[in-house]
């Protein structure tokens, strides 16, 4: 922490140099003298290792916008060129791509780590929020790099985003039009994004410098979130948090190097090796892994609320998802800050982590999926057998005098003894009234799994009935199905609910377990059953 | 890994649904096996040669590979890239297409690659002819892109009943079952036409504007030998397609299993530092 550095020069270059510029003495207490509660577990590794993979982005960036062409018709054709004759293209490509997707996982992972163990809470709020900024600024890399190879995902995927824009009450089509640089997803886009694409990391970069300072002024939190208060609580971050990030990031690495040397192909879409093509929609768009949870929230609005329609509510849902995370330490009422003493708490937050991967695989299915179906599709059959027909024609003047028309013709159909009619109608000013009376009714009920079975049930059954009668009233009745859609409407409300309600309720009705009183009391009282 | 879980699902559904498939998909691929597929497999470069010249022979007639240049096929890693090997017979230094398993050589640089300039020169290639300045056609050099079918895409449309036949390069990349999805379609004609289309399960929406291009067995003579049976080509060309979309799979497969090899080495070294210094710290 500030004010009490151990830092002392030792020869007369350093003595010179700290007098000047004291950056060896920053560096030695920021990563060296800084004392790390002596009790932080593997889930505080991953800072490391997102340290790690912004780097790798930058220089593997660095190297391949070197050789990529931002032009609609040469970018895909470049990337295929780094791919093939660039010397180690492959690798560096590989390792952007990858590296990506390696980024939001250690970042998710951060991320829960954060709220698990109350790590927004007071002093923290400002490295939390500036850690939120991060992330969005990282979506916003990674969106504007999907787009750059310029195949089919990339080209609808842009699209789509920037669509969501136009969704933005008012100002929408202005934005909208602004971003892509006119009406539609063009050469002047793909440059813009390029440039964008090339300048957010540098911006992340310097975000990060601020959330490592704040880390640094507020110290780290650690498993039980009592802040350290003597020296027996803490060790200094060298070697002993250095050691264990190390070994954690070299571990990190395998899993990297897995995707990047045997599977580099995995986590992304096979539709993006076609090139873009404005006049074909894919089957389906979607983003890559990592935003497919906000894209769930995004479309499990399909409906309107009120004056909303569907479309602004889910955009502004999705943009509530990622923004409620800005406002969470002021969401948590509770005293206590990790999680290993809230007893209930810590199970709504094990929901809360399935459902964020629940709704992970919503975005990628296909919405109107049918999870479950309870019931099946029925149809009613009513007709009357070996009846007497009688029909009388329509003929009105005009379509808006149709109904009235039928309605009397029925009406005179039933009064002359029909127990049942049907109009046939034939334009829209001619129709043919049916009735048909005496006879025996009829009635049959079918049921089917789908409703093309169903369908192909019906059409078997009036092939049976046949001449029998002159016409076969159907009633159908769909079951309640159980889509995508309506699942991922639970698990949004889930994750609104966990953030909005529950957090600041269990907070002020929750018994919190008996808190140790020092880090050190922690670590050397009896084992802990939870991590 | 993700698509695999994603696939699985769906199959899972599609099972509780009660329906095989989705009108509008195709079928899955066939269960086919190539040796590359396996993490550490590598590409039968016979079957690439082979599925090489049934690309040139029938392929080509309709679909560009405009990623690749005739130089690809001798660079390392390629079908034809030939090496300097020494002859344990007469001691004297020989060139030779490919490297027989664990034997050293020197890479041949595919300009003196004699076979790559063969191959290059079968094909007639647009080129300005700089005396007159006129459009005339040349024989292709290896440095030249793999020739274009059609001038462009009108033309391609044009005689094709209006389909547009899709690059090759990237075409195994391009499709979610890979090199089996490219095998299922070439074996997957039921012989049946609506139209001017041919009906193929494996193809999405069942309707496909290519005709059988492996029509009948014996399309072309191997000058392996092999019996050119219709599975055989479809076979070859596959792998042939698989390499073309990942000519570096190889290379890139060698270079991961070193890099592991050491990130597990460093991982033990470095957990036993971590362990050397927190002895002694309760935590």
């Known amino acids: 922490m500030s004010g009490s550095s151990t830092y002392e020069p030792k020869s007369g270059f350093t003595r010179w140099l700290d007098k000047r510029l004291p950056i060896i003495r920053l560096t030695h207490d920021s990563f060296v003298a800084f004392p790390t509660p002596r009790n932080i577990n593997y889930w505080w590794t991953f800072g490391a290792m997102l340290s790690l993979c912004l780097g790798v982005q930058i220089v593997t960036g660095i190297v391949l916008a070197m050789h990529y062409q931002p032009n609609i018709h040469d970018a895909f054709a470049s990337v295929q060129r780094i791919q093939r004759d660039v010397p180690f293209g492959w690798l560096i490509q590989n390792l952007h791509a990858v590296g990506a997707s390696m980024f939001f996982l250690a970042v998710y992972v951060h991320m829960f780590r954060g709220i698990y163990y109350g790590s927004y809470k007071a002093p923290r709020e400002v490295l939390w929020i500036l850690g939120c900024l991060i992330y969005v600024l990282m979506v916003a890399t990674a969106f504007l790099g999907y787009t750059l190879p310029w195949g089919q995902m990339s080209f609808w995927g842009a699209t789509v985003i920037t669509n969501i824009l136009g969704a933005i009450p008012f100002v929408g089509e202005s934005i909208q039009v602004w971003i892509r640089g006119g009406g539609a997803i063009d050469q002047p886009t793909l440059n813009r994004f390029f440039s964008l694409h090339y300048l957010l990391p540098f911006v992340i970069a310097g975000v990060v410098v601020l959330h490592v300072w704040a880390l640094h002024e507020a110290g780290q939190n650690n498993p039980t979130g009592v802040e350290p208060k003597t020296k027996d609580d803490t060790v200094p971050f060298t070697p002993y948090a250095t050691m264990k990030d190390l070994f954690a990031t070299s571990l990190f690495l395998i899993l990297f190097a897995t995707f990047v040397f045997f599977m580099p192909q995995a986590l992304g879409h096979s539709d993006n090796f076609i090139p873009a093509n404005p006049v074909q929609t894919p089957s389906e768009i979607v983003p890559e892994w990592y935003l497919l949870p906000f894209y769930a929230i995004l479309r499990a609005f399909d409906f309107n609320i009120g004056p909303i329609d569907s479309k602004t509510a889910g955009v502004f849902a999705m943009f509530a998802s990622i923004g409620v995370l800005f406002i969470l330490p002021w969401l948590d009422t509770s005293r206590v800050r990790s999680m290993r003493y809230r007893p209930a708490a810590r199970w709504w937050f094990m929901i809360f982590v399935a459902v964020a991967l629940a709704l992970g695989w919503c975005g990628g299915q296909n919405p109107s999926t049918v999870l479950a179906q309870p019931g099946s599709f029925r149809a009613t059959l009513n007709w009357i057998a070996n009846g007497q027909t009688s029909q009388q024609r329509i003929q009105v003047a005009s379509p808006a005098a149709f109904q009235a028309a039928s309605d009397a013709a029925e009406a005179q159909l039933r009064a002359q003894g029909a127990t049942m009619t049907s109009v046939v109608r034939e334009s829209g000013t001619t129709a043919l009234a049916l009735g048909v009376s005496r006879g025996s009714p009829e009635t049959r009920v079918i049921t089917a799994a789908t409703s093309d079975d169903l369908e192909a049930e019906i059409t078997a059954a009036k092939a049976q009935i046949g001449g029998s009668s002159p016409f076969v009233a159907i009633k159908r009745e769909a079951p309640f199905q159980f889509t995508v859609t309506r699942f991922a409407q639970l698990l949004t409300a889930y994750y609104f609910f966990f953030f909005i309600v529950l957090l600041p309720l269990l907070g002020l009705r929750e018994k919190p377990n008996r808190v140790p009183d020092t880090i050190a009391k922690s670590v050397l009282g009896q084992t802990q059953g939870a991590s | ?283």
């Open chain 2, 1 to 283: 890994m993700l698509r695999r879980i994603a696939i699985a699902a769906a199959v899972a559904a599609v099972a509780l649904g009660g329906s095989a498939y989705a009108a509008n998909e195709g079928r899955p691929p066939k269960d086919v096996h190539f040796s590359f597929q396996s993490p550490l497999g590598s590409y039968d470069m016979a079957a690439v040669q082979r599925g090489f010249q049934v690309y040139a022979q029938v392929c080509s007639t309709c679909h560009s590979m405009e990623h690749l240049s005739y130089r690809n096929l001798g660079e390392p890693g390629g079908p034809f890239a030939e090496y300097s090997v020494r002859n344990h017979q007469t001691g004297e230094m020989e060139n030779r297409v490919g490297l027989p398993a664990g034997e050293h050589g020197e890479y041949v640089d595919v300009v003196n690659n004699p076979y790559v300039r063969a191959i290059a020169a079968g094909f007639q290639v647009p080129d300005i002819d700089q005396t007159t300045g006129e459009v005339t056609q040349r024989p292709a050099r290896p440095s030249d892109h793999f020739r274009n079918p059609f001038a462009n895409e009108y033309a391609a449309r044009a005689a094709n009943n209006g389909a547009l036949p899709p690059d090759l390069s990237v075409i195994t990349l391009a499709r979610a079952g890979g090199a089996a999805y490219v095998f299922s379609i070439l074996t997957g004609y039921t012989g049946e036409m609506r139209g001017t289309q041919y009906v193929n399960d494996y193809f999405p929406g069942r309707l496909i504007s290519m005709p059988p291009p492996l029509a009948s067995d014996g399309l072309v003579t191997y000058s392996d030998g092999t019996t050119a049976t219709r599975d055989q080509m479809a076979r070859d060309v596959a792998q042939y397609l698989q390499w073309a979309a990942d000519p570096h799979m190889e290379a890139r497969k060698t270079m991961g299993v070193q890099v592991i090899i050491f990130l597990l080495v460093l991982s033990a070294l470095l957990y036993l530092a971590y362990k050397a210094v927190w002895r002694g710290q309760s935590h």
